[in-house]
């Protein structure tokens, strides 16, 4: 899962340079990350062929920028406009990061931004799967199809990375339970 969630987390971002190799190698790209999930894997690769990459930045500042369409912060969908609470919400995620040893290079980014968010879940689903997960179900799941219903009409290209997202994030889950049952049945053997 580590390489479809940073190559969502890079797709998610404003398009720079890595966004626009992706474009290029994408038969490469979807090789890639079928070997982690044949169906996100297809999706992303539509999305790559649906974009253009002159005007990939203009189309996506008009999405999530200027004027924004379709936000892509948690706290905009998770709090509803509750602003008081917005700073407690993203203490409470970079928390997170940092008790499972991660420290995630935001720049000049909010933690609950969804390409930082990914970023960290790609640095951390190998070697703990369940906790990329947990992270998923607590700070993605509550709000991902908000975003989806609204790039659905604005953005459908984009629409095809959410549900790749979400096809990512259940099998993460299938990983992470496997990998639960495995640590339990050793601990059973003891």
């Not at 044949?38 to 062929?49: C, D, G, H, K, T």
């Not at 189309?59 to 924004?68: D, G, L, R, T, W």
């Not at 709090?79 to 290079?105: C, H, R, S, W």
Request: aromatic share 12%; hydrophobic share 35%.
């Amino acid at each position: 899962m580590k390489y479809l969630l940073k190559t969502l987390s890079i797709l998610f971002d404003y398009p720079r340079d890595e966004f626009r190799e992706l474009v290029e190698v994408k038969e490469d790209v979807y090789k890639i990350l079928a070997t982690e999930d044949e169906e996100s894997a297809r999706l992303i690769y539509e999305f790559l062929n649906s974009i253009n990459p002159e005007d990939a930045d203009e189309f996506y500042v008009s999405i999530f920028e200027m004027p924004v369409q379709c936000p892509l912060y948690a706290h905009h969908y998770t709090l509803k406009n509750k602003q008081e609470q917005v700073g407690q919400y993203l203490l409470e995620i970079k928390m997170f990061f940092k008790a499972t040893g991660y420290d995630v290079p935001i720049k000049k980014e909010l933690p609950d931004f969804l390409p930082v968010m990914l970023e960290y879940m790609s640095a951390i689903s190998e070697k703990s799967p369940e906790v990329a997960y947990e992270f998923a179900k607590r700070y993605i799941d509550p709000w991902i199809d908000d975003l989806y219903k609204c790039l659905e009409d604005k953005a459908p290209n984009y629409a095809l990375l959410v549900r790749a997202l979400k096809k990512t994030i259940q099998k993460l889950g299938s990983i992470a339970s496997k990998k639960n049952n495995a640590n339990e049945s050793e601990s059973n053997k003891d």
